[in-house]
C-alpha cells in the first residue's frame, strides 16, 4: 500500500506536466475529454490543389443504371509537409494517373508525400495510398506509419492536429469513423491568381455535392446514422467558409445555412 502510494506521488506531476490542465476536464455528460484547441493562424498558408475532381456519373447499362462515384483527392501544402486528402478508388487506373500527373505538375513524386488522411474506410476513398511509401496514414482513431500503429483518439480527444494549419476533426454518419479536415488560413490557385480561402472543410462523404445542401437524399440514402450526420453537417456548416465535398466541387458555404448557428 505505502509503494503504491509513492508511486502516485512520484508519477502524478509528471502526468500532469504531460497533459496539462485541461487532461483532468473530463465531460462526463458527453464522456469525452475537451476538443482541442484549433491550430492558432501560422505565419504560412496552406495551399490547396485539386487532384482529382470528385463526381458522380449514372450510366444506363443492361443491368440497369449504374452510377460510378468518383471521389474528390486533394493536396494540402502546409509548410514542409505534402498532404494528401483520400486517395480514389483501387480499380480506377484513370483516378491513379490523374493524381499521379497533377502532382508532377507540382513538381512532385509521390515519395514527397508524408501524411496521407483518409476520410473513411470505403474503397472509393482509399484505394492507391500504397504508393506514397513515405506517408504516415492518418484514420479514424489511428495514425498508421509503415508497420507501426499508433492510438491517437482523434474521437475522444474531439480532434487531433496533424500540422500548423490542418486539424483532423469526428465528423460520424456516413460512417461511424468518417473524419474531415479542418484546413486553416487556406488559399488555392485559380487562373493563376491565389485566392485565399480562409477555414476551408475537406470532408469526404460527410457532403457528397454542393446539391445536397437541398437534397437530403443524396446522402441520406448511404448513412449509416443519419441524426449524427446531420449533427456533423451542421457543425461543419457553422464553422468553415468553403467546403470541399466527396464527390462534387468546392463551394462556399451558403450565408442560409449558418441561420441558427452559434455567435462567435
Known amino acids: 500500500m505505502q509503494a503504491s502510494f509513492l508511486l502516485l506521488v512520484f508519477f502524478l506531476p509528471i502526468i500532469a506536466s504531460t497533459f496539462g490542465p485541461d487532461a483532468w476536464n473530463w465531460n462526463p455528460k458527453m464522456k469525452k475529454w475537451p476538443k482541442p484547441p484549433r491550430p492558432p493562424p501560422s505565419a504560412g498558408k496552406a495551399r490547396i490543389t485539386i487532384l482529382d475532381s470528385g463526381r458522380i456519373v449514372s450510366t444506363v447499362n443492361g443491368n440497369g443504371k449504374n452510377f460510378e462515384y468518383v471521389p474528390t483527392i486533394a493536396l494540402i501544402e502546409d509548410g514542409p509537409n505534402k498532404i494528401i486528402f483520400d486517395t480514389g478508388l483501387p480499380t480506377d487506373d484513370g483516378s491513379l494517373q490523374r493524381?499521379?500527373?497533377?502532382?508532377?505538375?507540382?513538381?512532385?513524386?509521390?515519395?514527397?508525400?508524408?501524411?496521407?488522411?483518409?476520410?473513411?474506410?470505403?474503397?472509393?476513398?482509399?484505394?492507391?495510398?500504397?504508393?506514397?511509401?513515405?506517408?504516415?496514414?492518418?484514420?479514424?482513431?489511428?495514425?498508421?506509419?509503415?508497420?507501426?500503429?499508433?492510438?491517437?483518439?482523434?474521437?475522444?480527444?474531439?480532434?487531433?492536429?496533424?500540422?500548423?494549419?490542418?486539424?483532423?476533426?469526428?465528423?460520424?454518419?456516413?460512417?461511424?469513423?468518417?473524419?474531415?479536415?479542418?484546413?486553416?488560413?487556406?488559399?488555392?490557385?485559380?487562373?493563376?491568381?491565389?485566392?485565399?480561402?480562409?477555414?476551408?472543410?475537406?470532408?469526404g462523404d460527410l457532403f457528397f455535392k454542393v446539391e445536397d445542401l437541398t437534397d437530403a437524399t443524396i446522402w441520406k440514402a448511404s448513412s449509416t446514422d443519419i441524426a449524427k450526420q446531420e449533427e456533423s453537417r451542421k457543425s461543419v456548416l457553422c464553422d468553415v467558409d468553403y467546403i470541399i465535398p466527396g464527390h462534387g466541387a468546392m463551394f462556399k458555404v451558403p450565408a442560409a445555412q449558418k441561420v441558427g448557428c452559434p455567435s462567435s
Open 99 to 203: 493524381m499521379l500527373q497533377a502532382l508532377l505538375k507540382r513538381g512532385m513524386l509521390p515519395t514527397a508525400i508524408n501524411k496521407v488522411i483518409l476520410s473513411h474506410a470505403h474503397l472509393d476513398h482509399t484505394g492507391h495510398a500504397n504508393v506514397f511509401v513515405n506517408a504516415k496514414i492518418y484514420h479514424g482513431n489511428h495514425m498508421f506509419d509503415g508497420y507501426s500503429l499508433t492510438y491517437i483518439g482523434t474521437y475522444e480527444f474531439g480532434g487531433y492536429n496533424v500540422t500548423n494549419n490542418v486539424q483532423i476533426v469526428p465528423t460520424p454518419g456516413h460512417t461511424t469513423t468518417c473524419i474531415s479536415a479542418l484546413v486553416s488560413n487556406a488559399e488555392t490557385v485559380n487562373l493563376n491568381s491565389v485566392q485565399p480561402l480562409g477555414l476551408v472543410a475537406i470532408t
